[in-house]
């Protein structure tokens, strides 16, 4: 919903709101640049209103982190499983290439754990979400191979973050057919055996 007046767009309403206009602002300008005050202006809110919500800006990174993990994996095929491989991840490079700002939220946080131990905690969940969802997946699959999981939600990992910098969809989709084509493989290997 557009406000003609101001030149601003609304992103839902009240506290999510709110979040989205702290994962937008941090996509856009990185951590260093997420303030009380770059929050209500994307929001076309007053100041205030991110502090009695949200009470620092930590608080706000650790809704937001939630948040950004819940919605991606809610949008991806990975949950709950599919039937076919062809349909594993279906629809990813279109999902990283809609809402490229919730995926830059996510990397920017994870590097900023590195310099920030309150926040690992936080990222070491987001990423055993990820992980477990895949792992069921392939577990649907019949596989039931943890080392299989770990390289799977590497690949995956990397094809998105490769996305979200260099904006190369096509390639992508080229690298997620083939993790399919090798999940393939190892579906019929297992199943020769």
Same mark, same amino acid.
């Given at each position: !919903? @557009?406000?003609?007046?101001?030149?601003?767009?609304?992103?839902?309403?009240?506290?999510?709101?709110?979040?989205?206009?702290?994962?937008? @602002?941090?996509? *856009?300008?990185?951590?260093?640049?997420?303030?009380?005050? #770059? /929050?209500?202006?994307?929001?076309? /809110?007053? %100041?205030?209103?991110?502090?009695?919500?949200?009470?620092?800006? =930590?608080?706000?990174?650790?809704?937001?982190?939630? +948040?950004?993990?819940?919605? #991606?994996? *809610?949008?991806? @095929?990975?949950?709950?499983?599919?039937?076919? /491989?062809?349909? +594993?991840?279906?629809?990813?490079?279109?999902?990283?290439?809609?809402?490229?700002? $919730?995926?830059?939220?996510?990397? =920017?946080? $994870?590097?900023?754990?590195?310099?920030?131990? =309150?926040?690992?905690?936080?990222?070491?969940?987001? %990423?055993?979400?990820?992980?477990?969802?895949? %792992?069921?997946?392939? %577990?649907? +699959?019949?596989?039931?191979?943890?080392?299989?999981?770990?390289? $799977?939600?590497? #690949?995956?990992?990397?094809? $998105?973050?490769?996305?979200?910098?260099?904006?190369?969809?096509?390639?992508?989709?080229?690298?997620? =057919?083939?993790?399919?084509? !090798?999940?393939?493989?190892?579906?019929?290997?297992?199943? #020769?055996?």
């Amino acid at each position: !919903m @557009s406000d003609a007046k101001n030149g601003r767009t609304d992103y839902g309403t009240g506290k999510e709101a709110l979040i989205r206009a702290a994962i937008r @602002s941090v996509a *856009a300008g990185g951590l260093r640049r997420l303030t009380y005050r #770059s /929050v209500a202006a994307e929001a076309g /809110v007053a %100041h205030g209103l991110v502090v009695h919500h949200f009470g620092s800006i =930590e608080n706000l990174l650790h809704e937001a982190l939630r +948040f950004a993990a819940t919605e #991606s994996l *809610a949008l991806s @095929s990975f949950y709950p499983p599919v039937d076919t /491989v062809a349909e +594993f991840a279906e629809g990813l490079a279109e999902l990283v290439e809609k809402d490229a700002a $919730v995926q830059a939220f996510q990397y =920017e946080l $994870v590097l900023e754990s590195r310099r920030n131990p =309150e926040l690992v905690p936080e990222i070491e969940a987001y %990423h055993a979400q990820y992980r477990a969802a895949i %792992h069921t997946q392939l %577990h649907h +699959f019949g596989l039931n191979d943890e080392a299989l999981t770990d390289l $799977v939600w590497a #690949s995956l990992d990397g094809i $998105v973050f490769q996305q979200t910098a260099l904006g190369h969809t096509d390639t992508s989709r080229a690298s997620l =057919e083939r993790l399919r084509a !090798m999940l393939r493989s190892a579906i019929d290997k297992r199943q #020769s055996t």
